[in-house]
């Protein structure tokens, strides 16, 4: 099932993606386990981020070639970070550069798969760890590098957590759905030039791992997301390097899922 989250006069609500492209509500909550989809057509309205996280949890440099890239060994367990629920962003909204002090110039993106936790997870084995998978959508990992080498005291979280630094979208596919999340092709497009092509499978710590780690001593809440690293071709280890700047525009595509695009604005 591919479900939206989209603005209705009600609020908002799911949508259910038929294979024609049309769309059919959703009645209950897909985080509760309660939802079904209804035989009444739907018009969509503005395209909301498909989930409303409770946690973000990221997982640093957990692709081989991304590792390479950055100068860096790969991580013998997965390397956690959390990004705030604030940086969420809705697809097709604007990617804002922030006014900090100092002032960042280095910002950059980082295709992502996001997990989406579908049930109350604690301790779980590698072995049942997809079962409480609801599914997956596209994430940008947006974050300001220099604030992340450089002014950060050492952490991740405030280079990676300003306001609109989570794009998310623009579906959630269920895990039915998409059965073999270490066998995708995952992009990013700056402007429409290929800057990341590669695939889920170089991936060192695959989605059951992940969702086995973090669920140990930790309960995984309905509804968290879990980023789950990026490929090589990020912005800053590129020569020149590439960061993001205002009337830029940054698609993230992973095959399964579709494309999740947003505009760069700012500084605000």
Known sequence: MRLIRHLTPSGPAHAAVQPDGSLLAVEGDPLAGTHRVTDRPVTAGKLLAPVVPPNILAIGLNYRKHAEEGGKGVPERPMLFMKTTTAVQ?????????????????????AELAVVIGRTCKDVAVADALSYVLGYTCAN???????????????????????TFCPLGPVLVTADELTDPQDLGIRTLLNGVPMQDWTTGDMVFGVAELVAFLSRGRTLLPGTVILTGTPHGVGFARKPPVFLKAGDTVTVEIDGIGALTNPVVGPY
């Open 90 to 110: 809705n697809p097709g909204d604007p990617i804002a550069i922030p006014a900090t002090e100092p002032a960042t110039t280095e910002i950059d993106y980082e």
């Open 141 to 163: 990992d947006v974050s300001a590098r220099d604030w992340q080498s450089r002014w950060g005291g050492g952490q991740f979280c405030q280079a990676k957590s300003f306001d």
